[in-house]
């Protein structure tokens, strides 16, 4: 199931760029085996792995899933995050509404799209400032 995910790293790429065209915020996402920690704890943890607190704002915004048991964590490092729920639940409705029929790519466009829109409200790029790629837009695979 893992495997499938790399079928599609080239939309995940080009999903994640676009989430961040107009915000400071950088995202990563990761395709994983069922972990036997909280998703919270392996989250956090695949975050630090990651590097990701070490983004210039510590706005970063992981999000992991494990397709063998359907499940799709958001992780962000930064306070405002707990703020954000139900722009959460949306984008988590997003991927498991396309998922739960197959669609990876359209859950992937579509969850990302909502990430992007949350990220560009929370963390807005100023109009004509640099928004250099901090962490790469590439699928991680973890298994």
């Given at each position: ?133 901090e962490l790469p ?7």
């Open positions: 199931m893992v495997k499938r995910f790399e079928l599609i790293k080239d939309v995940v790429r080009d999903a994640i760029a676009s989430a961040e065209e107009r915000t400071t915020a950088e995202v990563r996402l990761v395709v994983r085996k069922r972990s036997k920690l909280s998703p919270s704890e392996m989250a956090r943890k695949m975050f630090e792995k990651l590097g990701m607190e070490k983004t210039s704002e510590g706005n970063g915004l992981l999000i992991v899933i494990e397709p063998e048991i359907r499940r799709i964590t958001l992780y962000g490092g930064h306070e405002k995050y707990s703020d954000e729920e139900t722009a959460i639940e949306t984008a988590l409705a997003k991927f498991k509404e396309h998922f739960k029929n197959g669609d990876y790519h359209a859950g992937i466009r579509q969850g990302l799209a909502a990430v992007g829109e949350m990220l560009s409200r929370v963390f807005p790029l100023a109009e004509g400032a640099e928004n250099p790629n837009d590439e699928l991680a695979i973890e298994e």
